[in-house]
């Protein structure tokens, strides 16, 4: 990644959260360290009614070391839910990103997902790949500052609304086929009061398939996490264990990679009788979630979501406490133009 960025020739815009995340820091300052001045920014505060004074204090100084850090930035204050409880951040974001003129200069635009929520950082994403999609001298990155054991100390209270992320929208179901779907919900810790809600929203489904983080930094991930879903599992949603889904919790291809070949074979196996449907709900790890994006956009698939109305942070250290993974992905550019270049004709 230094080698890369450490061209004079690169000029970046970063995408990023100034929330409470302690990791909400780490990217903005690895590039600054590499490109100083070449670097600009937009820094995201997601604005929660029922944020707790410690939390909002905690933000207020990540915001401030964040100017320090990348001068040339523009903070966007984001209110997730509406007057009425409504959950519009998603749309908000879209809006504000619609509206900020990106400087003809920038070869690569970076969204930071680290510290992002879902119900912001996917729409987000989506937004900033098609714009640099129309501009082919333009690349588009993800990167991620991931740790599994930090993910464990922070705890959600979720809205009563579940309903799709905004751009990822179920399609309009086909005339003279059955509608069979297939909801995906990443299994995250102390994240069940959530996905119940979600899968109650959805309403029916053809199976569930449970997405499980293995192989994990803790092998015993995936075990505790089905024991602190098995009644979910086993009562509620009725899951064949065949149908349990594992990807990588450090690589998210892996995980991308999974769900093109679920979508694939629920494709070729349905073809003709139902026309099949994946949802996703990616709750838990960012590097899974980032594959779960990766999928979505490319196969339209739905994202199911409940946003999220305050957190809870345990920051004390623990004995299990282990460092920070950090994760890039370059989805669009003229990278990938050479590539096709050098390929040939298919």
Known sequence: MADYFADVSRRVLLVAAAGFDPRSRRVSQMLADTLGDRLSAI?????????????????????????????????FRVD????????????????????????????????????????????????LLQDCEATTSRAFHLMIVSNPETDDKISSVPSSRAGSVKGFAPPGEAEGQGLAQVWIPQLAQGRTLALTQIGA??????KICPLLPFPARDPRRADDLLSEYRSALVDEWEVDPRDVVYASERNPLDCYRTLSTLKTRLDRTMKGTYEPRMVLSPVGSKVLAAGALMAAIEHDMAVQYLETESYLFRPEPTAADLSDMTVHLILSGPLYASYDEAAGPT
Request: hydrophobic fraction near 45%; aromatic fraction near 6%.
């Open 43 to 75: 820094f995201i505060r997601e604005e929660r009614p029922g944020a707790s004074e410690a939390l909002t204090e905690q933000a207020d100084q990540n915001e401030a070391a964040l100017k320090i850090i990348v001068p040339d930035c523009t903070v």
């Open 80 to 127: 997730v839910f509406a007057d009425d409880g409504a959950p519009v951040g998603g749309s908000r974001v879209a809006s504000l990103l619609g509206q900020y003129s990106v400087a003809d200069d920038v070869t690569d635009v970076i969204l930071d997902l680290s510290a992002l929520s879902i119900g912001i950082g996917f729409p987000a994403a989506k937004m």
């Open 201 to 206: 929203a959805i309403g029916r489904w053809y």
